[in-house]
């Protein structure tokens, strides 16, 4: 026999008297006091549809209380960065420190940043 028989076979044996037991059944779970069990489901639902909302909404809140915006005092090239901490400008590379809300350089401004090039390896590159 093949599946489609068998479901045939199932609704010639489904009688109206199951349906009216199904019927009273549901009836006497109602009278039972079993809605908890629906409003568990929706308590549960709101649940998940609220929590990522609200975490969302005060995600966005933290956000703007500890991003700052500001420029580099070396290269004047915009930056953004967290409240209180240390970070370098992508522009320049200066190492900055962030206080009261704006953007300071670490070491101060009259530090001169020296590279050393070696000579000789010029005069040899140079000779040849």
Known sequence: MNSYSSRLLWLKNFSPGCFVNLLLLTFLLGLAGLS??????????????????????????????????????????ELTSFRNTESYCLNCGE????????????????????????????????SS
């Open 36 to 77: 908890w069990i629906i409003n568990g489901l929706l308590m549960i639902l709101g649940i998940i549809i609220i929590t990522p909302v609200i975490a969302l909404l005060i995600f966005k809140w933290w956000l703007k209380n500890n991003l700052v915006y500001g420029h580099c005092p070396v290269c004047n090239s």
């Open 95 to 126: 190492a900055l420190q962030i206080k009261n809300g704006e953007f300071h350089c670490i070491t101060s401004v009259d530090t001169v940043d020296v590279e050393i090039v070696d000579s000789y390896d010029n005069q040899i590159e140079s």
